[in-house]
Nanobody, 125 residues
């Protein structure tokens, strides 16, 4: 299984970016897919999840600004990020969890089976 994240870059505050996560070795439609991020000097934190059934959840700090979605035909998950703020600066990681496994906390890093290599997002003020 590989999760290949891309789309990071440098933008000014208020700008937008879309991150992509192309999966190989699993079908994104059958897995819970999500994003975490790690800012400089901080712990890795949960950002968003898209469950296999289609339900989504985002952490409070990005609600109303970020959207998580997927394209099953492309086996790709997206994180659309609008109204970016300097505090969104971080390395963003794509994650996945087998949807057949039950009993997990979606915001817990240990809940995910696979992690991609991160993509850096830098937001300047």
């Amino acid at each position: 299984v590989q999760l290949q994240a891309s789309g990071g870059g440098s933008v000014q505050s208020g700008g937008s970016l879309t991150l992509s996560c192309v999966a190989s070795g699993l079908a994104v439609s059958r897995y819970h897919m999500g994003w975490f991020r790690q800012a400089p000097g901080k712990e890795r934190e949960y950002v968003a999840i898209l469950r296999s059934g289609g339900r989504t959840h985002l952490t409070d700090s990005v609600k109303g600004r970020f959207t998580i979605s997927r394209d099953d035909a492309k086996n790709t998950v997206y994180l659309q990020m609008n109204s970016l703020k300097p505090e969104d600066t971080a390395v963003y990681y794509c994650v996945s969890r087998n949807s057949l496994r039950v009993g997990y906390v979606f915001s817990n890093r240990g809940s995910y089976d696979y992690w991609g290599r991160g993509t850096l997002v830098t937001v300047s003020s």
